[in-house]
């Protein structure tokens, strides 16, 4: 928004100076022809020129000069030269009047540009007014003592004046308007590429999340692996320190297993477990429990002497589970148990 802004009163400002040149430099000839008409033949007539075109080059001057001011300063100095101006030729030489005045115009125009908007309504009404007035005070017919040379040129010169200053706006406004729409252009495409780069990203981030998700669950089954061996027999093997969190994970996998399926023997092989707490042991039993809910035994295999000294001395009873030396008279028992339930 603020850049937005800032270009628009840069080119309100490129406006007023080109309109405050052109009119400067139409002053300035007229200024130069009536001063050599005034050499040859000295007059009221070329010493009120004289003044008026002079007054028109220092106003467009200070306007130029007054760039780097607010707006509406830059305007006024310019805009006041032209009231007095209007004023002159309407009092002094009343020929011109209809032909001036519609260079009131301009300054409604400057003001328009100064985004200022009682300054613009004050200056349209108060240009407005002073029009009419010249128009309707003026002599309808009036013996003109302007020679025709000049009095052909000051008409010319303030119709050519009028059309430049209005073309001057147009032109920058049209610019304006061409150049806001490539930016709003250019902006909509950079609003496209980045939305497209936000997809992108959305779908990138979206693939991670989905691959790491996959690795999450291949670390836990890595982690808590529990294997089908044999015909209705599952094997969990337990590596590393079983804390609370990976019991419950374990029950939470085993059970998942039993269910699938429909398993009669499920051996926990606790050859690589460090320690286990009371904590954990009451897990394994609660773990025996829920298994045996769904119908099958709980065989644990591979208890240590190290890890059977902490059981006894935490007064932890294993209840129901069945234990065995080893993987391989754990597989054994459970070999006999899904025979013996097959036979039955």
């Avoid at 007229?30 to 010493?47: D, E, M, Q």
């Avoid at 400057?110 to 200022?116: E, G, M, R, V």
Wanted: charged share 15%; aromatic share 8%.
């Amino acid at each position: 928004m603020t850049s937005s802004r800032t270009y628009l009163e840069q080119l309100h400002r490129r406006i007023v100076t080109t309109v405050a040149l052109w009119t400067g430099g139409i002053a300035l000839l007229t200024f130069v022809l009536t001063l050599a008409f005034y050499v040859f033949s000295p007059g009221f007539f070329a010493i009120i020129v004289l003044g008026i075109t002079f007054s028109c080059v220092v106003g467009a001057g200070l306007t130029v000069w007054l760039r780097e001011r607010p707006l509406w300063q830059m305007v006024l100095p310019f805009a006041l030269c032209i009231v007095v101006n209007e004023i002159i030729v309407a009092v002094w030489l009343p020929e011109l009047r209809l032909t001036v005045a519609p260079f009131l115009v301009v300054v409604v125009l400057l003001a328009s540009l100064s985004n200022q908007r009682l300054f613009t309504i004050a200056a349209t009404l108060f240009c407005t007014f002073l029009a009419v007035l010249i128009v309707i005070t003026g002599p309808l017919e009036t013996a003109s003592n302007i020679p025709p040379f000049f009095l052909r040129y000051f008409h010319a010169s303030n119709v050519a004046a009028l059309i430049i200053a209005v073309w001057a706006v147009a032109d920058r406004m049209g610019i304006a308007q061409f150049t806001a729409l490539r930016i709003a252009d250019q902006r909509a495409a950079d609003a496209e590429t980045a939305l497209q780069a936000a997809e992108s990203a959305r779908q990138e981030i979206e693939h991670r999340a989905a691959e790491q998700q996959r690795l999450l669950e291949l670390v836990k089954t890595l982690e808590l692996p529990v294997l089908v061996v044999d015909d209705q027999v599952l094997l969990a093997p337990l590596v590393g320190n079983l804390d609370s969190w990976r019991a419950g994970a374990l029950r939470r996998r085993i059970l998942e297993m039993v269910a699938e399926h429909r398993a009669q023997v499920v051996i926990l092989d606790v050859t690589g477990i460090t320690v286990i707490d009371t904590e954990v042991a009451r897990a394994l039993i609660d773990t025996a429990v829920a298994i045996r809910l769904l119908g099958a035994h709980t065989v644990v295999s591979g208890i240590r002497a190290a890890v059977a000294q902490t059981l006894i001395g935490l007064n932890t009873s294993l209840g129901e589970i069945i234990t065995v030396a080893d993987l391989g008279a754990a597989l054994a028992y459970a070999r006999r148990e899904v025979a013996t339930a097959s036979r039955a």
